[in-house]
């Protein structure tokens, strides 16, 4: 009877832990439907108000991003040179400009709907991608992917793929001309200047 | 320098193609580390500024008075019109790359959007199921074997390495606009063509005036990614990062 009742109970431990590690591909759907549907009933935001979509965007998008990997990729082999600080101070300046940049380009969402591909993994997959496409009337669909790696708290976004475009490492090559002409703090003031005139110019 | 012998043929070949493209754009490079991405940087970016202007006082505003001024129905039918019309070169495109199936579905998409989609203006393969594809003969060439040479930013025209500034020649050759007998009937269509793609184009605009600490950098690696990843269909090998 008790070892039936252990049985039970770690049965259970095992099936939540499960629904805890949501797939990715179900993670990828439920946020983008849950986050499209807010938009769709929002009118501030689909008038473009910026305060409101981050709003958005860090309550239900930022907690499955894992921004220090986004930033390591995007900084390719400069990472290393950066002290721990540094590197903390990047993720925070890079986090700042992801988020505001292409949460914006969200208030524009009208009329599209999202696709999701077909997807597979092996159960022992810690790294994977999932793929979508962006269907739009009287363009051609555009490919929009998620790489996902597989971390303590669940699966985490390190990759945001749009049309082939990686919006991560598209930034490697302006990364490491601004460590060429002022070092790692040199890069981290200017992505901060940038995210100053950006909040300055934002629409409320 | 232990790559493959076989390259050197291609290397060649390169070599004399960058060579008549650099007569052409008078070699500007002035810039003092170079970029190995971009080996004709101050040429570059002196061809990006002239397309700024090009873009901020002329082709920008017509595509948002375009955009703002032609009903959503409208707009999608003169999309699909012109996707239409390229349909036959972008099978050509995949039977020179050995798809034949794809050239099959193509030449469906064809026959389908022109009769059933009235005159290509709705898109009724994709609703059966159709996919629609991207080749163009720059793509071919790199199935075909051919390197990408340097990066090249033109006017009006954008970004093009040099093999795919090659291949949009030929994709001139290759478009049913051009044979089009009145000559008001061709340039009107030309020119709703180039609205069309500048309007699609706008609302990336924006993104990019955001997020690039570079604009220019920024356009030049979003098109060499977007490029590889055409030329694969969408699923590039992954590079190590």
Redesign the interface.
Known sequence: MMKKLFALLVAGFVASAAFAQEAPDVLVQRVTEEVLEIIRNDREIQNGSTNKVIDLVDKKVLPHFNFQHMTA?AM?KEWRKASPQQQQQLTAEFKT??V???S??LT?YK?QKVVYKAFKMAPTDTDVLVRTEVHQ?????V?LDYSLERLEGGWKVYDVVV?????V???????G??V?NGGIDGLIA??AN?NKS?EANQKK | MTKSLGLSGMRKGRAWALGGLLALAGIGNTIA?E?P?DPYEGFNRSMFAVHEAIDKYAAKPVAQVYDNAVP??V??????FF?NVGELWVGVNSALQGKFSDAGVDLGRLLINSTVGIFGLFDVASELGLE?H?EDFGQTMAVWGAGSGGYLFWPVIGSRTVRDTLGWGVDIMGDPVGYVDSIPVRNSLRGLRIVDIRA?LL?AD??VE?????KY??I???YL??R???IFD?R?PRLD?
Do not use: C, M, W
């Not at chain 1, 049309?163 to 919006?167: D, E």
């Open positions: 990729l390719g400009l992801l505001r940049t292409y914006n380009a524009s009329n009337p009287g363009n051609k669909p490919q049309a082939g475009i990686s919006l490492t598209n930034y490697r090559d302006q990364f001309q601004e060429r200017s992505i940038k950006l | 580390e970029n991405h959503l129905p707009k999608a039918g003169v999309g699909n996707g629609r991207d699609s609302p924006k993104v955001e997020a690039a600490l570079d950098a920024y030049r690696d979003a990614q977007r590889r990843n055409q969408g590039p990062d």
